[in-house]
């Protein structure tokens, strides 16, 4: 993965009451779109260490709703970024697409896949959240206001990006990620603080929070899934405990529901596949492009 691209240029476009910020990496070729989504509380430029193995691809990296310099409040409801998504793909006038996204953000553009087809030729899916339908029939709440998820508890600020590097340096699951995406995770993370001094997390706590709390918000997505003809590749890690970030919340059958889906289990990985090993993500990737 060492090939040079020009650095990104961030755009922003107005969706739902907000600027969704999308960074862009101009192709050196004729290449089929790439159209990535991050996980809760990263943001777009996690993927530059996998982009820039597409130098013939135009690229965008979106920042969702809440994170990295899309500015946004609390989330409710998951369907709110999809919409979101839509909106940028629209506006960008984006169609045939190669969408890529990891956790959140491959449940994010399967519904877009579901609502808007033509955007996309097909997607590839690392580990996302989308569970078994039962996790959508809930007789409680995941999350309340006096239990919060305990990302509410996150550091928020921080004197510079080299101490969020520092602190963060060594723990789990940090320790898991390629020294490149952790760099850019802490560097591309922080904003300068509300306050005036020092820099704080472009996904505040309270939004991290609220989407780990609102993750049963979209039960239709299973129903979604079954009416998405286009190529999906869903990529599962090993699965054991879902309060453990690394394991796998994937539901084993989804790329079953799915008209053409392909599943692809990866139990030598985590959760984090795409931030553990960026150059066997980008293998992944390129297999799926070359299909096209």
Not at 16 to 44: E, Q
Request: a negative charge.
């Amino acid at each position: 993965m060492n090939t040079v691209r020009p650095r990104p240029v961030t755009r922003s476009y107005p969706v739902n009451g907000i600027d969704l910020a999308v960074h862009h990496w101009a192709s050196a070729g004729g290449g089929v779109p790439l159209v990535f989504a991050h996980a809760t509380g990263f943001h777009g430029r996690v993927f530059d260490a996998i982009i820039e193995a597409f130098p013939h691809h135009p690229a965008h990296a979106i920042d969702l709703r809440g994170h990295g310099q899309s500015r946004a409040g609390p989330i409710s409801d998951w369907r709110l970024l999809a919409s979101d998504v839509a909106g940028f793909l629209e506006q960008a006038d984006l169609s045939g697409a190669v969408g890529i996204g990891h956790s959140m953000g491959a449940h994010t553009l399967l519904q877009v896949a579901a609502d808007a087809p033509h955007h996309f030729s097909r997607l590839v899916l690392f580990d996302p959240v989308i569970l078994a339908p039962e996790f959508y029939s809930p007789d409680q709440l995941l999350y309340t206001a006096e239990n919060p998820h305990p990302a509410i508890r996150r550091k928020r600020d921080f004197a510079s990006a080299e101490a969020m590097i520092e602190r963060f340096a060594g723990r789990d699951p940090y320790d898991l990620f390629a020294p490149r995406v952790f760099h850019d995770y802490c560097r591309y993370g922080l904003v300068p603080a509300a306050a005036g001094d020092g820099l704080e997390l472009a996904c505040p706590p309270e939004v991290e929070a609220s989407v780990y709390a609102s993750s049963r918000s979209n039960g239709a997505i299973l129903d979604a899934a079954r009416h998405i003809n286009l190529p999906v590749l869903v990529i599962r890690a090993a699965h054991t405990d879902l309060q453990d970030f690394k394991s796998s919340p994937t539901w084993p059958n989804l790329a079953q529901i799915l008209p053409q889906g392909t599943d692809l289990y990866r139990p030598d990985m985590t959760h984090f596949h795409p931030f553990q090993d960026p150059e066997d993500a980008a293998k992944i990737i390129a297999g799926a492009i070359a299909e096209c």
